[in-house]
């Protein structure tokens, strides 16, 4: 995701390819999904993430 991006669009492409996944038989773990989720964000929200692993 990149700078000035709908964070709205993105998980829910985020979403769409975890489904995909469990579609086909993956096990995709809440936590892994969090991660990913985390990491795929900008720098911007550097602050935000902080707080959300305290």
Known sequence: MSEGSNMNEHFAQMLEV???????????????IAALLLVSVPKSYDILIMALEA
């Open 18 to 32: 975890i489904v995909k996944l469990k579609a086909e038989g993956e096990e995709v773990k809440d936590d892994r």
